[in-house]
């Protein structure tokens, strides 16, 4: 009666139940909604679901005030009075209430025994510790709103045999089975009761609704035949304090998630506000309309079996062998021609730069796939030797004079930005990877041999000796070499970052002593090569490891920039007078460098979320990309003929190459970046090499060998992790890969995707024995690594074997995740590649898979017409339950539905990971 007209009401009505209350408010012109109607299978509507709150509070309530009536010990126990068995609890319905009940007792130390007619909570009930108990007929009871429904008679009169049975052997019985609309059904009959042990509990959760105890006298407690009974039907109310608490936060994201930030809004359109609506201004609301659900789609015929044509063992040996000798005989000849055009002047270069390929090769083939991001990092500082060939045409004063000195000037400022910034990323993340008790690197041990390289090299050039760059320019090749064997482990990995800080060091310190130049121009040498480091530092230093795929590509524009700068500059020097060798490989540098400068300023773009993700489809793309590539082989003749005037058709060919660049950088998604910056870590490579051959240094020709074939490596993984080649990733004369929701003939998931909370996960781990998790980048994105680290903490101090299991492709570039999960804390030797754990998957407890999709999809092995069919993934699936932690049901990168989440062992927790993954830390540790 005092409340206003026209005004608005939140509360539990049970407008069923209470026709009379609700014409009153009607009478008023109300706006009411009613928490009790909140639609419960609505996976956005859990934060709303008041009713489960009071549910999960009352579960726990009823065992605290049966141990509270119980005389004896919930636990068992061994005294010197002898022994006291674990009290027997037997918990009928699994819902909230059920639940909760099921996780405290079990937390007290009793032998708990549940049942529920509903077959899907089985794992639940399992996960939280308790035996599940069946009946011996084939019915579900799964009902409507996540309640049970009404069963057949001869299900019943076989579920009471069963509770008679268990009557007489349990001590205390909780029961919460209620049928939204009807009388609670009765399922501890009087004369069950009368068979209980003297001293029994039971526990009445719906006695308002008449009760499951025939017994009970709802609101009382009172006692038996020897048995007390609690048919209290204020269970929430007696914690006070938790109930308001979770009640208002009920409420709270209700109003929150009406409408935009700062504005109510009744949209009708909403379900969760539809649901609940039961009047509005008067007019009666409730029961909302039935949402129409889509019939299901028609069953397609299952694909025919992909049968793998048997092949002749003999034509096989034939084809194997022919490619050999097509292969080998191939580089023969391109060799020989080289020789036969340019003569022998190019036979020593050419010999340096096929022996660094093959040594590149095995030392990137040794790198742990933990160590990429790393090795990324570390080539990414080693390609900043571009500085060598700026420094060699620098000139002017203490500012340079002429466009050359300009261009080289610029070469050696973004190349030592390269230097500063990669060496501090390398030792940033190779510090993550130190565990609590490793043992010193002992770094300053270091200091030795680059004394003797340096200070030697310095000390003998004072002296009057000469010819000594040669030799300081091999052993500085050969420390990048050594830098790159180095991350074949966490634990040599600080010895590889400083052999290639050595090694650059050493190559710039040879190129320096060997310059004939003024005192002047030192000075700009000097200013320029500081201002570099110094900015380097300063940026990589700040940088967060999400960012570093970033920083990478931002780094590798650098690289271009210079090659390119250095490529003009050298050409504007030499004009009439350079060698045709020396116009071929300046050619090559700037077309290179300039691809690779502005591929990666589309890469950084796209990571940075500057630009959408999403792969450029430009129209006749395949034919404008081969004009551009004829332009550019057009050009060359051009330059070639032109002699001294040549210029510009040298910086036509840097801007055809900048286009294509941009072209073939933007026509690739967001998803296949990682194979994006890991070409364009090649390309800087090969343009190093072209700069070497151009000032024909053969520091230059093994250092660009050995990046050139790390990107090229570390792209063939990432293409192999995706089940793609990388012409058809790169698309330069082919469309970008389709995405569609669903490939022509592919299978349907079965079934339907079940949600679960975090109690009920905690339950999971608590009575787990071996976990692992499986991160994705969406971990990356909302900086869950840190919860999760104390999570993986929390797990193995209390005797779990946790294992992380990481995909090729996890990530924005090639081992991101191992570093970000480094940085939080987690041990570098439980974390696995996905190869080391194939097919060892069915002995797993459970499995959190957090943040990742497509990599964990049944389908690429089941369904031959998935779009991403053959890709290697994580079988999680093979684990005895699994746990997706997402944002929502929506599908991965690659459009598709996952069957996985429609197994029965899966349950789907939605949310933000880290939020989520917060409120699993905390309740982890409470357990």
């Excluded at 250095?566 to 350079?578: C, D, K, L, Y």
């Excluded at 032109?642 to 660049?661: C, E, N, P």
């Amino acid at each position: 009666e005092a409340l206003k007209p026209k005004g608005m009401l939140i509360s539990f009505l049970y407008p069923a139940q209470n026709t009379d209350l609700v014409n009153k408010l009607k009478a008023k012109q109300m706006t009411v909604f009613g928490m009790d109607c909140m639609p419960r299978t609505l996976s956005r509507a859990q934060t709303f679901d008041a009713l489960s709150s009071m549910a999960n509070i009352a579960g726990y309530r009823a065992v605290v005030e049966s141990a509270n009536a119980f005389g004896r010990f919930f636990a068992g126990q061994f005294t010197a009075a002898g022994k006291v068995p674990p009290a027997k609890v037997l918990i009928i319905g699994a819902g909230v209430a059920g639940l909760a009940a099921i996780q405290q007792a079990k937390g007290m130390g009793a032998i708990v025994r549940a049942f529920d007619v509903r077959s899907s909570v089985k794992e639940q009930i399992l996960s939280a510790g308790a035996e599940f108990l069946e009946v011996q007929l084939e019915e579900d009871g799964e009902g409507s709103g996540g309640y049970a429904k009404t069963m057949s008679k001869e299900f019943i009169e076989a579920e009471m045999a069963l509770f008679a049975d268990q009557a007489k052997d349990v001590d205390i019985i909780i029961t919460t089975a209620l049928i939204p609309g009807k009388k609670a059904p009765i399922l501890i009959t009087k004369d069950m009761i009368e068979t209980m042990r003297p001293g029994s509990v039971v526990v009445d959760l719906a006695a308002e609704a008449g009760g499951n105890i025939e017994t009970t006298k709802p609101g009382e407690n009172y006692v038996y035949k020897g048995v007390t009974h609690i048919g209290y039907t204020d269970l929430p109310s007696r914690l006070p304090t938790q109930s308001s608490s979770l009640y208002a936060n009920n409420i709270a994201k209700y109003l929150l998630s009406m409408g935009p930030k700062g504005r109510f809004n009744i949209d009708l359109e909403d379900e969760a506000v539809r649901g609940a609506l039961v009047l509005q201004s008067g007019e009666m609301m409730w029961p909302p309309p039935k949402v129409e659900t889509p019939p299901p789609p028609a069953k397609k015929e299952a694909p025919a079996p992909v049968v793998k044509e048997e092949l002749d063992p003999n034509q096989v040996a034939f084809n194997f062998a022919l490619g050999k000798s097509v292969t080998v005989t191939s580089f023969a000849a391109i060799l020989l021609g080289l020789a036969a055009v340019a003569g022998s002047s190019l036979t020593t270069s050419v010999t340096v730069l096929i022996l660094a390929c093959l040594a590149g090769s095995q030392v990137v083939y040794g790198v742990t796939p933990a160590l990429h991001s790393p090795l990324m990092s570390v080539t990414n500082a080693i390609s900043g030797m571009t500085a060598v060939g700026g420094l060699v045409l620098m000139g002017g004063g203490t500012l340079p004079q002429t466009g050359a000195q300009s261009l080289a000037a610029l070469a050696v400022l973004v190349s030592m930005v390269n230097i500063g910034g990669g060496f501090i990323m390398t030792n940033r993340m190779l510090g993550m990877f130190r565990r609590e008790g490793d043992a010193p690197a002992y770094r300053f041990l270091y200091l030795i041999p680059a004394a003797l390289l340096l200070g030697g090299y310095v000390a003998a050039t004072a002296a009057g000796v000469a010819q000594l760059s040669g030799m300081v320019y091999l052993v500085s090749s050969v420390f990048c070499i050594l830098a790159i064997g180095g991350l074949a482990s966490q634990t040599t990995a600080q010895f590889g970052n400083a052999m290639g800080l050595i090694g650059v060091a050493g190559g710039l310190s040879a190129t320096l002593g060997s310059l004939s130049v003024p005192s002047l121009v030192y000075q700009q040498v000097g200013i320029t090569m500081a201002a570099g480091t110094a900015t380097g530092v300063a940026v990589a230093s700040k940088v967060g490891v999400t960012e570093l795929p970033q920083l990478v590509a931002a780094f590798h524009s650098l690289v271009g920039l210079a090659a390119v700068a250095t490529a003009i500059a050298s050409f504007m020097i030499e004009g009439a007078h350079a060698t045709m060798i020396h116009k071929v490989s300046a050619y090559i540098a700037a077309v290179i460098g300039a691809v690779t400068l502005t591929g990666s300023i589309v890469a950084f773009a796209k990571l940075q979320g500057l630009v959408k993700g999403k792969a450029l489809v430009l129209p006749f793309k395949r034919v404008v990309n081969a004009g551009l590539i004829v332009a550019i082989a057009y050009s060359l003749s051009a330059f070639l003929a032109a002699g001294a005037a040549g210029l510009s058709w040298l910086l036509t060919a840097s801007v055809v190459a900048g286009v294509f660049g941009f072209i073939v950088a933007a026509g690739v998604g967001a998803g296949d970046m990682p194979v994006v910056i890991t070409l364009l870590n090649s390309a800087s490579g090969w343009a190093l090499c072209a700069e070497g051959f151009v000032l024909n240094n053969n520091l230059l020709n093994i250092v660009g060998a050995l990046i050139g074939s790390s990107g090229a490596i570390l792209s063939d993984i990432m293409c192999k992790a995706m089940n793609k080649g990388i012409a058809n990733t790169v698309g330069v004369f082919t469309p970008p890969p389709k995405i569609v929701p669903k490939a022509e003939g592919s299978q349907e998931p079965q079934g339907e995707a079940v949600t679960t909370n975090v109690d009920t996960t905690v339950a999971k781990l608590v009575n787990a024995k071996t976990v692992r998790i499986v991160p994705g980048y969406g971990l990356a994105v909302s900086k869950g690594q840190y919860p999760l680290a104390e999570i993986v903490q929390t797990l193995v101090d209390s005797g779990k074997q946790v294992q992380i299991i990481v995909h090729p492709v996890a990530g924005r570039m090639p081992g991101q995740l191992n570093v970000l999960l480094a940085e939080a804390g987690i041990p570098y030797d439980i974390v696995l590649e996905m190869e080391e754990v194939e097919g060892d998957w069915d002995d797993v407890d459970v499995t959190l898979v957090i943040g990742a999709n497509d990599t964990v999809n049944c389908a690429a092995e089941d369904d031959p017409n998935c779009d991403i069919y053959g890709m290697p993934v994580i079988r999680v699936w093979d684990s005895k339950q699994v746990v997706f932690f997402k944002r929502s049901l929506a599908v991965g990168y690659a459009g598709l539905d996952n069957p996985v989440f429609y197994k029965d062992n899966t349950n789907m927790l939605l949310g933000d990971a880290k939020d989520v993954l917060n409120d699993l830390r905390d309740n982890l540790r409470a357990v």
